[in-house]
T-cell receptor, first 114, second 117 residues
Framework: DQQVKQNSPSLSVQEGRISILNCDYT??????FLWYKKYPAEGPTFLIS?????DKNEDGRFTVFLNKSAKHLSLHIVPSQPGDSAVYFC?????????????FGQGTILTVHP | DTEVTQTPKHLVMGMTNKKSLKCEQH?????MYWYKQKAKKPPELMFV???????INESVPSRFSPECPNSSLLNLHLHALQPEDSALYLC????????????????FGQGTRLTVV
């Protein structure tokens, strides 16, 4: 049972345009959500997070939106740059008693073309 | 210093070998994790240590044995592995393992690419 889903395996975007990566979850106990970026043969790098009491969080070119009623979140990257090309993982956690168990989505491969 | 350092970066071992993976962080984090990532799959949690005590074991086979000698170090001892155990093993840490709040982040190391032959 996959509790965090990223239904788009890949996304291709032109440099300078907006990249939108989507993530859906099923477990209503999740109350913190994180996005990670991963290059091949490296560990994931934390990008941005959002808690369930907010619907938007911004950090530079990265904005995460959370729609709790739809159990959906998205990561917007504006403007997209070739260096953003990587695999992006959405992760979720139930903050109260989770002992730090992050549940990851399958990942979306983002390719930004010059 | 926001680094989680894992050694070795690559490891090839036979099915009868005993080896250890090491992980170190100096951020004062009190929770440390082992994740396993197979190709084209998301990372999957194996173990969580919180305040140097094992908090979560996600039904991992006993051929994987974690150890947390102190708050900065996490080891994963490997013995009698199978070829299907070949994967990228990721270590992570966060400030607190039990409770997360909006400022909590988990920092990952670069991983150890393990091949079992």
């Amino acid at each position: 049972d996959q509790q965090v889903k990223q239904n788009s395996p890949s996304l291709s975007v032109q440099e300078g345009r907006i990249s939108i990566l989507n993530c859906d979850y099923t477990n209503s106990m999740f109350d913190y959500f994180l996005w990670y970026k991963k290059y091949p043969a490296e560990g994931p790098t934390f990008l941005i997070s959002i808690s369930s009491i907010k619907d938007k969080n911004e950090d530079g070119r990265f904005t995460v939106f959370l729609n709790k009623s739809a159990k959906h979140l998205s990561l917007h990257i504006v403007p997209s740059q070739p260096g953003d090309s990587a695999v992006y993982f959405c992760a979720a956690i139930a903050g109260g008693t989770s002992y730090g168990k992050l549940t990851f989505g399958q990942g979306t491969i983002l390719t930004v073309h010059p | 210093d926001t680094e989680v350092t894992q050694t070795p970066k690559h490891l090839v071992m036979g099915m009868t070998n005993k080896k250890s993976l090491k992980c170190e962080q100096h951020m004062g984090h009190r929770a440390m994790y082992w994740y396993k990532q197979k190709a084209k799959k998301p990372p999957e949690l194996m173990f969580v240590y919180s305040y140097e005590k094992l908090s979560i074991n996600e039904s991992v086979p006993s051929r994987f044995s974690p150890e947390c000698p102190n708050s900065s170090l996490l080891n994963l001892h490997l013995h009698a592995l199978q070829p299907e155990d070949s994967a990228l093993y990721l270590c992570a840490s966060s400030q607190e393992g039990i409770r997360w709040d909006r400022d909590t982040e988990a920092f990952f190391g670069q991983g150890t690419r393990l091949t079992v032959v």
